[in-house]
């Protein structure tokens, strides 16, 4: 177990591009796999929203290591570590950018902010029937960068605009996670598919009235790294 909440840590803090993933994964999957635990990587789409403001579902991606501890023939623990972690929402009203030109120029603009963040959740899977699981747990999440990103049209011409405000956003979010997921095959070298979804349960900004939250639907895909079934050979006459 020490080996895998050093490894959590290290990938959270240390990885910051896929690149870095896939060679943890390579490095450590076939000396953590074993009859107990599972280890690989998970990437997927996610369309995220932000509560407490007029907006739209926005696109991303999520790209991170995973373990799966088997606790029993039930129980699962399943820390994840995703250091590239994207929330965020389209079709915000423009607001005041303190520069009076700028303003004039962007009036009828849409904005887009896009909030990039390192996110560690820690679920208890179980198995529902066969290989379908639900899982539930808490999720911790790191802000790294927030940017707004202006966008309007001048005589057909696409002028856009970025504002960051990353100082504007509480450093941790955090928030509860509810979902689903089943594995392909039988075979612990078979990928799983998952859905779930993300509820923030604190206040992501500090200088705006009311409450804001990170919410987002996940589609994830988990593949196993390093992992060699067990076979038997025999011969037949």
């Not at 739209?56 to 995703?82: M, V, W």
């Not at 902010?113 to 999720?139: C, N």
């Amino acid at each position: 177990m020490k080996k895998i909440f050093f490894l959590l840590l290290f990938s959270v803090f240390l990885c910051k591009s896929a690149s870095s993933q896939v060679l943890i994964a390579l490095l450590f999957g076939d000396k953590l796999n074993s009859d107990k635990l599972e280890f690989g990587l998970m990437a997927g789409p996610t369309m995220t929203d932000i509560t407490g403001i007029d907006s739209k579902l926005d696109p991303g991606i999520n790209f991170g290591l995973y373990f799966s501890f088997k606790l029993n023939d039930r129980f699962y623990f399943h820390p994840e570590a995703i250091p590239k972690l994207s929330f965020g929402a389209k079709g915000i009203e423009p607001y005041s950018t303190a520069d009076a030109e700028m303003d004039s120029l962007f009036t009828n603009a849409s904005v887009k902010r896009d909030i990039k963040a390192i996110g560690l959740p820690l679920l208890i899977r179980y198995r529902l029937v066969g290989r379908f699981f639900v899982e539930a747990g808490p999720q911790v999440n790191l802000t790294m960068k927030v940017k707004d990103v202006f966008e309007t049209k001048i005589n057909d011409n696409k002028l856009t605009y970025e504002n960051r405000i990353t100082d504007q956003f509480n450093r941790f979010d955090v928030g509860g996670v509810l979902g689903i997921s089943y594995k392909i095959l039988p075979s612990k070298q078979s990928i799983t598919l998952g859905l779930r979804y993300y509820g923030g349960f604190s206040d992501i900004m500090k200088t705006a009235s009311g409450r804001q939250s990170n919410s987002a639907w996940m589609l994830n895909v988990y593949i196993p790294i390093g992992v060699k079934n067990k076979t038997n050979t025999s011969k037949e006459n």
